[in-house]
């Protein structure tokens, strides 16, 4: 049966020139699970939005669409709010009330459900989505991980229909992200609840969709399964954001199943007639350090315990350094012990040079209500810079009106200007897609050109894998295991990128889908 | 543990009604006194030591301080004990401001066993009652605040570190900036309340207390002891005599009955104290 059949649907915002979305037709079976991707203001946002008519965008709309063959704006409030279900990409600001049990009682609240009815539903969804031991936790204290899952919990104690959700994991670490993706799988096998999930991260949920779409500039350019779609888009620019077995499978035009999980790609590169050793080469260039840390010992209270835990740590002049880590293991307490806004009560940090220090959220380097008011407060020779960052257009802007890409580079503008010679990078790379992810890693490589070191810590493995010099692991208050970013991610099993888990024990040293494919011979 | 927290909300808040009336109101100290030694044992049970003799401390001081500063404005009173700049000092006013002073300190322990009992959901739980729009805004608040605080913080210390400007500058510019992310989150916000049918029918209100016979049976033996310290209370007068009235058999039950109303918190705390030590020693 389909549940949603949009037919012809064009639609203009207001005060744009252009169309968001042209032209669409697509219809939407019962119990689909289905994926939308495209790059970055190409209209995913906007189409999921048209589905769900509290969130409708204001603007010109032309064709029609049809929930249950009845038409979307004929639908009452409380049917629409109880059979669609909406989760936003932000998992902090989608959270309503205080504690979780209000939380997850929101919804029904709103529907005038009896208390009773609310007691067991809540209950009952407590249950299945792990939540028994939290349910009276203050909603502040969970994790952005636990915070998304519980958007998702709250959404599903109505019982809805379909679930639409924009980029729900972009904000996420790895491992919550994999965790919210196979929920909501298992959600779309027991309840045949229908998924429509726009995402730029797709490493596991392009393999547990159905179907795949692919929107190019308000279009729908390909609509397919998943191993299907994978060589339509071959070459489209978004071919290079798909996961690592289908990028690898899409560069050797080989005539076999396409691959989707690791698995696969292992079974893929053994059929292949390939070099069993990449060669490369593991020097480092840089010399000299420029930051060292000795025997750093940290807690937040006078009886807590230890979050770092004599860490040692030595930075090199010119390198890309990425800490890596679980969340909630120190990353981000030892940047802010580094840059002295805590101080350890144990331990040494030696530098003589400028720090400056870029927050896991760029907006709060920002103060002003104009780009060029913010800047003007730190220096007035601003203008180069900016025109160097493709920034002096936004000028008069108000830095919260950027895109996250632009945010983040109008951020390492404004850092830059203090004329630092390390920075310190906290979670860079946070709710990017993988275009804005590879000119952050060009922004910064350029950086380390001009000598200036940089420290940075992220979750993003491909990230680290892609542009940092040398990698270090987190755990447990120290450093656990720490190398060139080649023979890191060549050392670990879990700790590494999809492409190094394909490789491993069939090609030596390689790390990057890159690699592999200069091993294939022919 | 606390265990009195199990009881319905608004049947605890009855009960400190209760009290809290007979206390203000009766101005006995016979009646003060024992209110006050209810109150601090059932601190000394449910909170940590170290806040209770705190707020101990703070009472002597205010008991000494109203007892000491009462005499010196009030001047009325037969039995003149001094006489301070040509105005008598009188032993009735001592007494009276040391019968206020137990009558302010009282409330203040009162309030203290309040909030050990009233937490947030409790509070909401009262406000839902009234109106779930009410209650659903204080939630609201609830978690604002500390988010709020946390990203002001947040965009200090980054700032400290950017920028050199002096510290209320900064401070002014964090705080702006602050309520601008506030107000950009709190479209999100509206987004997700609205796309879950905020609106859309007349809100219901859940809470996860309910009304239970152990409920009924608290409110019924709270209210028979309140009816009958009111009715059969006894007054003392001040001025210009002191005059303590003899007490009888109906007076003394008054009496009593207060005394029973404010040790029911520590006496149901050590009950199930008790209970939990008999039950682990048969297993």
Known sequence: MEIFNIENLSFKYNKSPKYALKNINLKVNSGEFLLLIGQSGCGKTTLLKMLKKELAPLGEKSGEIFYKRKKIEDLSKAESASEIGFILQDPDSQIVTDKVYSELAFGLESLGVDKETIRSKTAEFAAYFGFSDMFDRETNSLSGGEKQLLNLASVMVMNPKVILLDEPVSMLDPIFAVDFIHTLKRINDDFGTTVIIAEHHLSEVYRLCDKVIYLNNGDITAYNSPKEISVDLKNEKIGKTLPAPVRLYNTLNSDLDCPLSVKEGREFLSKLDINSNYNSNLEIKCSGTVLSVRNLWFRYEKHGRDILKGLSLNIKKGEIYALLGENGCGKSTLLNVINGSLKAYKGKIKHNLKLSYLPQNPKNVFVKDTLEDDMKLISNSYKELLSEFGLLDYLKTHPYDLSGGELQRAAICKVLLTKPDILLMDEATKGFDNFAKENLGRILKSLTDRGITVLLVTHDLEFAASFADRCGLLFNGGITSEGITRQFFRENIFYTTSAAKMAKEIIDNAVTVDDIIRCVNG | ?283
Not at chain 2, 65 to 77: D, E, M, R, Y
Not at chain 2, 207 to 233: C, E, M, N, P, Q
């Open chain 2, 1 to 283: 543990m606390n265990t009195l927290k199990n009881f319905n909300p608004i049947v605890l808040l009855i009960y400190f009604i209760y009290v809290l009336f007979i206390s203000i109101f009766s101005f006995n100290p016979i009646l003060l006194i024992s209110g006050m030694l209810g109150a601090v044992l059932y601190c000394l049970v449910v909170s940590d030591k170290r806040s209770l003799l705190k707020s101990i401390a703070a009472c002597i001081i205010i008991l000494l301080a109203v007892t000491i500063t009462n005499p010196l404005f009030s001047h009325n009173g037969k039995t003149v004990l001094f006489f301070i700049n040509d105005n008598r000092v009188t032993l009735e006013a001592f007494v009276y401001g040391a019968v206020l002073g137990l009558c302010i300190t009282e409330v203040i322990l009162w309030f203290k066993c309040f909030n050990l009992v009233f937490d947030t959901e409790r509070f909401i739980f009262l406000f839902g009652k009234i109106s779930p729009k009410l209650a659903l805004v204080l939630s609201m608040t609830l978690r604002f605040i500390p988010n709020f605080i946390k990203s002001f913080r947040e965009i200090n210390r980054t700032q400290k570190l950017i920028s050199n400007k002096r510290r209320l500058k900064r401070y002014l510019n964090s705080f702006s900036a602050v309520i601008t992310q506030a107000m950009e989150n709190s479209i999100i916000t509206s987004d997700s309340m609205n796309s879950r049918g905020y609106g859309s029918k007349k809100r219901t209100f859940y809470s996860r207390f309910r009304f239970t016979l152990s409920d009924a049976g608290f409110l019924i033996i709270t209210s028979v002891l309140f009816v009958l310290s009111v009715v059969y209370k006894t007054d003392f007068t001040y001025y210009p005599e002191l005059i303590f009235p003899s007490i009888n058999f109906l007076e003394a039950l008054g009496y009593l009955s207060f005394i029973i109303l404010t040790f029911i918190p520590f006496i149901y705390e050590l009950k199930e104290g008790i209970r939990w030590k008999y039950l682990i020693s048969k297993i």
